[in-house]
């Protein structure tokens, strides 16, 4: 069973950092796609950004490109969402998902690509 723990959220200033973490049990995260959504206060879940099991660059919404990055660490079987420069705008609860397969770019950003989730984190950017 797999089995997803994210770690790393809570309330931060306009224009800090923050790294969100997400333990991986059950599946080597080498093996996996890895991937983040948020959603917002009152709004619909969105993909945030991806990381393709082959690794590469970060697949990345437009709203985020530039300041999050996603990247993974096999000693740890660990996940991280880095976010930097973070706006009142990136306030929302932030899930880790993950899947297998090969899905396509496109593909990586919709929810359907993915077979695991965690239960989520609080990010709060105010100041």
């Known amino acids: 069973q797999v089995e997803l723990v994210e770690s790393g959220g809570g309330l931060v200033q306009p224009g800090s950092s923050l790294r969100l973490s997400c333990v991986v049990s059950?599946?080597?995260?080498?093996?996996?796609?890895m991937a983040w959504f948020r959603q917002p206060p009152g709004k619909e879940r969105e993909f945030v950004a991806a990381?393709?099991?082959?690794?590469?660059?970060?697949n990345a919404a437009r709203s985020v490109a530039g300041r999050f990055t996603v990247s993974r660490d096999s000693a740890k079987n660990t996940g991280y969402l880095q976010m930097n420069g973070l706006n009142p705008e990136d306030t929302a609860v932030y899930f880790c998902a993950a899947g297998g397969g090969n899905p396509s770019s496109s593909a990586l950003r919709s929810a359907s690509a993915y077979d695991y989730w965690g239960r989520g984190t609080q990010v709060t950017v105010s100041s």
């Open positions: 990381l393709k099991r082959t690794g590469g660059a970060t």
């Open positions: 059950g599946r080597t995260v080498s093996t996996l796609n």
